[in-house]
Each structure stands twice: as structure tokens, then as C-alpha cells.
């Protein structure tokens, strides 16, 4: 299978995370940096916004938890492991943003689940692993996509797009990994 | 009247193929057939809103007192927090009245085994 149109996978993987480190690097920095002024500026309507964070953080902690599924399958190649395992730390980076965002605006984080229901018995080979991730990631662009309009605070939302990014990177290089066009239309729905 | 008829009338022309093509937007949160950070979708018309076992909805959804109909599901799907203020699916909606149709008659078909 090809795996990427790189010279090889490690230096599609250091391009790729060089420039997705960046984005949520800066973004992270902002969010984190502002926290006074972003806690003013919210105002009455910080539960709304906390509420937005929840779920959005319910779903890359399940995220991180169907990465350690396909990191543990023994189904994947070792440069798939490895990207997969980086994909993984940036839902962690995602999820460790929002928790503390949603504190910063006095909300309570939700936690993590103690199980996750996956449907490991349908992944046999490389290729379910990468569709299977590839269908979270596409719905988590699309998750951040519906959710980018919601935010009171306008910050929140650059920092949801930010990350809506990064995820819609991931769907790009999974699809590639399975043999499909990595971008395959102009818009994202 | 008349625009619940065109309603219904819409709704009758979803097409399910089409719609397994919109459900995957809802796949970073949802599964047919597992709760994931939402509820899982397999058996949802006729369902009472906030009765999953084992899934934890928000005290909005559980008090909003829907039964899943197609009706309530197009008007739930253009605006989700509109419809149920509080609700946890912080999601803006699918603005499409075409793709709502076609996304309930997929859901439509999708029984719980």
C-alpha cells in the first residue's frame, strides 16, 4: 500500500506534523495566555461557550482512547504506529486545551470514560484501522465545523477552527494511507 | 397547512443513499449502533428523546418531551440548540433542507439488532 506521496513516511510525517504543531502551538499560547481577558469578555454567557468545550472534549478523549485501540491491534505497519501514535498526542494537546479552557470559563471538564464501545472485532487489517480512524476524524471536522458558529466568545471559535484544522490534516493523511484522494472536494460539510 | 404538507412532502423524497453520505458528519460523535459521545442512532424514530440505557443526556434533552418522529427530527437537525436549548450536541445543524431529508431517511432504515 502507499503510504504517502513522500519521499518516504517519515518525512511526510515531519512535514505534516511540523506544520500541524505550529498551528496549535500559537493558537494554545493565545487561548491560554488571554485567560483574563478571555474570562471578561464572555461574560454571561461563559456556561454556553463551557457547554460547546464539553463536548467537543467528550469527543477527542474518545478520540485518544480509538488510537490506543488501532496502537494496540497489532494490525498496523511500524510508520502507521508512529503516526498514529503522534495523532493520538494531538487529540491529547486538544483535550488538555478545552479542559483547561473550560475551567478558565468555571466549568467542570467531563472526564474521561472508563470504557469506550469500538467496533474491534469489524478491524482485521491496516486498512479498517486507517478507515475507521478516518471516519472519526472526518466527523470530528465536521463536529468542530458545527461548532465554530456557536461560540459567544469569538476567540473560542478561532481556537475551534484551529483544531478543526489539525483534525481535517488527519482525514487528509489517513485517506492517502488508504489509497484515496486526500482531499476530495473543496469544502467541508 | 400548507407548509406542514410541503414538509411532509420533502421528507417523503429523502433519499437514504444520499443520507449515509450526510450521517457521515455525525461519525465524530455518533455510531449506530454504540453510544459514543452521543447517543447511538440505530432505532431512533419512535424513540422517546433522552431514553437511551446507559447513555447520559443532558437534563435539556431529557425534559424536552420529543418523540423521534421524521417531523422532529427535521426541525431538531436545522437547529439543534434552538430546538432543545442546553442540549449537549453543541452542533449548528444541518442547514440543507435536502440533506435533512435525505440524512432521516437514512436514519429511518437503521434498526437496532
Not at chain 2, 37 to 55: D, M, Q
Request: glycine share 10%; hydrophobic share 45%.
Amino acid at each position: 500500500m502507499s503510504f504517502f506521496a513522500f519521499s518516504s513516511p517519515l518525512v511526510a510525517r515531519r512535514a505534516f506534523l511540523g506544520k500541524s504543531g505550529l498551528v496549535l502551538s500559537g493558537t494554545a499560547i493565545a487561548l491560554l495566555a488571554g485567560r483574563d481577558v478571555l474570562a471578561a469578555k464572555a461574560g454571561g454567557s461563559t456556561a454556553a461557550d463551557a457547554n460547546i468545550l464539553n463536548t467537543a472534549l467528550a469527543a477527542e478523549l474518545e478520540a485518544v482512547a480509538a488510537y490506543q485501540v488501532g496502537a494496540e491491534s497489532g494490525l498496523l505497519e511500524k510508520p502507521v504506529l508512529a503516526l498514529a501514535g503522534q495523532f493520538q498526542g494531538h487529540h491529547k494537546e486538544h483535550a488538555d486545551l478545552l479542559a483547561k479552557t473550560i475551567r478558565q470559563l468555571g466549568g467542570k471538564p467531563v472526564d474521561a470514560k472508563k470504557k469506550y464501545d469500538f467496533p474491534t472485532s469489524a478491524l482485521k487489517d491496516q486498512a479498517d484501522v486507517l478507515r475507521f480512524a478516518a471516519s472519526l476524524e472526518k466527523g470530528a471536522v465536521s463536529a468542530y465545523l458545527g461548532a465554530v458558529p456557536l461560540f459567544r466568545n469569538r476567540d473560542l471559535s478561532k481556537a475551534a477552527a484551529s483544531i478543526l484544522g489539525d483534525e481535517a490534516m488527519h482525514w487528509a493523511v489517513l485517506r492517502n494511507a488508504l489509497g484515496e484522494n486526500p482531499v476530495p472536494s473543496a469544502f467541508v460539510s | 397547512m400548507l407548509e406542514g404538507a410541503v414538509l411532509v412532502a420533502a421528507l417523503a423524497l429523502g433519499d437514504a443513499k444520499a443520507g449515509e453520505d450526510v450521517y457521515s458528519r455525525c461519525l465524530g460523535c455518533h455510531s449506530l449502533e454504540y453510544n459514543r459521545t452521543g447517543p447511538k442512532h440505530c432505532g431512533l424514530i419512535g424513540r422517546r428523546a433522552g431514553s437511551v440505557p446507559g447513555y447520559e443526556y443532558s437534563p435539556a434533552m431529557k425534559r424536552s418531551g420529543i418523540v423521534w418522529s421524521e417531523k422532529a427530527l427535521e426541525r431538531f437537525l436545522a437547529d439543534p440548540g434552538k430546538t432543545v436549548p442546553g442540549t449537549t450536541m453543541t452542533y449548528a445543524g444541518v442547514s440543507d433542507p435536502a440533506d435533512r431529508s435525505n440524512l432521516i431517511a437514512y436514519l429511518k432504515k437503521q434498526r437496532c439488532e
